[in-house]
């Protein structure tokens, strides 16, 4: 079975404070990546890597960043926290199926719950 | 560009009644589909997903979605509903961005099941 932990299922923060989520897959998937999940909003995607070191901007990638040094991990921050940053925040990862990339399963996390306050 | 509509926010019915979660799509080229499923402090889990072969899908759980391009809707039946099944449903699409695929997710629907 794929696995992809997510180390806290609760954070809680204060305003201005740098935030590291961390998340971790055990299938050396090609690609990972990080949404938020709001109520009536579904999921919507920050970041996304297809490699170590590479990363893509998702639809909302504005007061995040990310950072891939290992294919395993790949990690979500949040340079000067924001209380409109508090959400579920989901990683996910998939493999790469060359010629049939839109059939891509991606395998998600528990998520972790971060408050701003 | 492609989107999913989730018809429906809130879903209740009755255990053993049949279960009914609507989903249309949209997508300027035949289009890979899915249902994933978030059980309460879980993450989601794929149900099932459409790539072009068979119309209707069958998943796990007993849970089946038919493609009907001329609709163009995907919605996710199941014949029984059983107590375990409350969770929300999430209909998504997959689309390509810049030479990279990524998924298109509804807003979700809530399930309920009474007793």
């Known amino acids: 079975d794929v696995k992809v932990t997510q180390s806290s299922r609760y954070l809680v923060k204060r305003t201005g404070e740098k935030v590291f989520l961390e998340c971790v897959q055990d299938m050396d998937h090609e690609n990972m990546f990080w949404y938020r999940q709001d109520p009536g909003l579904g999921l919507r995607l920050i970041y996304f890597s297809y490699d170590v070191k590479m990363k893509e901007k998702g639809d909302i990638p504005e007061g995040y960043s990310v950072s891939r040094e290992k294919k395993e991990r790949f990690s979500l921050i949040l340079e000067s926290a924001s209380t409109n940053q508090t959400s579920m925040y989901l990683c996910?990862?998939?493999?790469?199926?060359?010629?049939?990339?839109?059939?891509?399963?991606?395998?998600f996390g528990a998520g972790t719950r971060l408050s701003v306050l | 560009a492609q989107s999913v509509t989730q018809l429906d926010s809130h879903v209740s019915v009755s255990e053993g009644t049949p279960v009914l979660l609507r989903c249309n799509y949209s997508?300027?080229?035949?289009?890979?589909l899915f249902w994933y499923v978030q059980h309460p402090n879980k993450g989601l889990q794929l149900l099932l997903k459409?790539?072009?072969?068979?119309?209707l899908v069958k998943g796990i759980n007993g849970f089946e979605a038919e493609f009907k391009k001329s609709e163009t809707s995907f919605h996710l039946t199941k014949p029984s509903a059983h107590m375990s099944d409350a969770a929300e449903y999430f209909c998504?699409?997959?689309?390509?961005?810049?030479?990279?695929?990524?998924?298109?997710f509804g807003a979700g629907t809530r399930l309920a099941v009474h007793p």
């Open positions: 998504v699409v997959s689309a390509e961005s810049g030479g990279y695929n990524k998924l298109i």
């Open positions: 459409y790539t072009s072969a068979a119309t």
């Open positions: 996910a990862s998939s493999r790469t199926l060359a010629g049939r990339s839109g059939e891509n399963i991606q395998y």
């Open positions: 997508s300027s080229y035949s289009p890979s």
